[in-house]
């Protein structure tokens, strides 16, 4: 969709200094604290409806208050809501929905699945960018069609990156740069690429320039895997030859929401194609899936500027999303902005994005906001990790990374520890001496929110091992690195044990 434009400065705008706005013209601005548990509980209404109608299917159908199956079979929606849980705080209902995932997902299933929607396998290609889709099971069907859209091709650096730091296999970020290093090689001599290529021969299909669908978590990923990684030359690729950049352009960044904000107000959401010089939709793209890109792009300018204008489309989005798309059973895709006829959809990006920007928007001391000047240098036999300083980096469907807890569980090849053995260790001698200290530096208001409860002990993990099945678990990644304290890092949120 074009409206993705705005993804990349707003995220490039998150990384200047914060100021703080005036109030509105009519000197009062959203209750941000009225909206925050608003948003809340639009989460638990969609939230609930998915897990008493349709789990264990990929999404909810919410007229008709059943599921279904749409990118894999692998219940979807609770994978996309589970780090959501955290931002609002709900810590317990994580681990459970942590065990059930782990008791009830199987990925070695019949199933053709999208490689960008899922994010995994079928890069064996002689280009090196992979198929669009892929059986689960059996890998690349005979017959599967070659041809790529460029997302699907350049959206797998930061998870796969991150793979790899956690695993020490170096395989996962080595696909995934090889698949965009090949996709920036086919562009233009101009410097654009089109929408869908040839995997296979390299040749581009749809010739089409643009930042919209098919194409934009493709920019979004240059410079995500660049500040990610460190990495100047993934920067250098999205600057491009003429080293023109995004970076910090905030007024222009400012100019281009206001334009679509404008549309959201003429029709209560955006249309997947609006026609400019009309002032209308186009035809046959009239709907709105309840899609983020909008409400992320105000949640990362208003962290940037502080401008109350972003918090009334904050509000506006609250206003109609309940109005028009809340049903019995959850919220349903508008399928006519003009007429506001719903569909029988919710997609699960609703509950990973849209109303996780949502809260964010109107939750100012979130820890996903940390600035840095609170965080906890923790020492460890392997040197000193930094954690909990903020900086987090979303993946294109909202899921956060902490680059500095990924650097402090990083796992090198030839250190392959088990997890398992290295945890009873570190409870062996937390029990016969503290050897190890846990230091909070703070130089700012800012504080995380308590996180109570425990993923992770010798004793509960004991007991769990004799109640596994056959079938051998790969256990949840812990870090080598963390302090007694830690029971698990996962999407680079630590939590720590309050005894």
Known sequence: MPFRLLIPLGLLCALLPQHHGAPGPDGSAPDPAHYRE?????????????????FPFDELRPLTCDGHDTWGSFSLTLIDALDTLLILGNVSEFQRVVEVLQDSVDFDIDVNASVFETNIRAFQTPTGMPYG???????????ETPVTCTAGIGTFIVEFATLSSLTGDPVFEDVARVALMRLWESRSDIGLVGNHIDVLTGKWVAQDAGIGAGVDSYFEYLVKGAILLQDKKLMAMFLGKNGRSLIGDIDNAMRTFLNYYTVWKQFGGLPEFYNIPQGYTVEKREGYPLRPELIESAMYLYRATGDPTLLELGRDAV??????SKVECGFATIKDLRDHKLDNRMESFFLAETVKYLYLLFDPTN?????????????????????????YIFNT?????????????????EEQWEVED??????????????????????????PPARPGTLFSPENHDQARERKPAKQKVPLLSCPSQPFTSKLALLGQVFLDSS
């Not at 608003?38 to 349709?54: C, G, P, T």
């Not at 206003?319 to 028009?324: A, L, N």
């Not at 840095?372 to 990790?385: K, L, M, Q, R, W």
């Open 38 to 54: 608003r948003v809340k509980a639009m989460f638990y209404h969609a939230y609930d409806s998915y897990l008493e109608n349709a």
């Open 133 to 143: 889709t892929v059986n689960l099971l059996h890998g690349v069907n005979p017959g």
């Open 319 to 324: 206003e109609s999303i309940e109005k028009i």
């Open 367 to 391: 820890f996903i906001h940390n600035n840095g000047s609170t965080f906890d240098a923790v020492i460890t036999p392997y040197g000193e990790c930094i954690l909990g300083a903020g900086g």
């Open 397 to 413: 469907e909202a899921h956060p990374i902490d680059p500095a807890a990924l650097h402090c569980c990083q796992r090198l090849k």
């Open 422 to 447: 290295l945890m009873r260790e570190f409870y062996s001698l937390k029990r016969s001496r503290s050897k190890f200290q846990k230091n909070t530096v703070s130089s700012g208001p800012w504080e």
